[in-house]
Nanobody, 126 residues
Framework: QVQLVESGGGLVQAGDSLRLSCAAS????????MGWFRQAPGKEREFVAA????????LYTDSVKGRFTISRDNAKNTVYLQMDSLRAEDTAVYYC???????????????????WGQGTQVTVSS
């Protein structure tokens, strides 16, 4: 089992920055590919960013490219999502997810993620 705890969400204005953190426990962190997803009210959960097990590859959804950066610190068992130039449409609950079993690198397919956090709310006012 893997436990994931997100933090760092909040209420900000458009153009501001936030950094989300996700602390993992329960398995060797470097064995986990990690991803961030989000779900806005009335919408389906969508992929945001992913990072491979040792951080050599990353993926982003088009709408956040150039604004968001995913990174990881395997010594701290933590994955981060640096969010800059935030927009009102980034408002959502953000979820951290861990892929232990697929053997893939960074992936945008939620079906490959075995474990999910409880989410952290990000609200961007315009």
């Amino acid at each position: 089992q893997v436990q994931l705890v997100e933090s760092g969400g909040g209420l900000v204005q458009a153009g501001d920055s936030l950094r989300l953190s996700c602390a993992a426990s329960g398995r060797t962190f470097s064995n986990l590919a990690m991803g961030w997803f989000r779900q806005a009210p009335g919408k389906e959960r969508e992929f945001v960013a992913a990072i491979s097990r040792i951080g050599q590859s990353t993926l982003y959804t088009d709408s956040v490219k150039g604004r968001f950066t995913i990174s990881r610190d395997n010594a701290k068992n933590t994955v981060y999502l640096q969010m800059d130039s935030l927009r009102a449409e980034d408002t959502a609950v953000y979820y951290c997810a861990a892929d232990f079993s697929s053997g893939l690198g960074a992936t945008l397919n939620p079906a490959y993620y075995d474990y999910w956090g409880q989410g952290t709310q990000v609200t961007v006012s315009s």
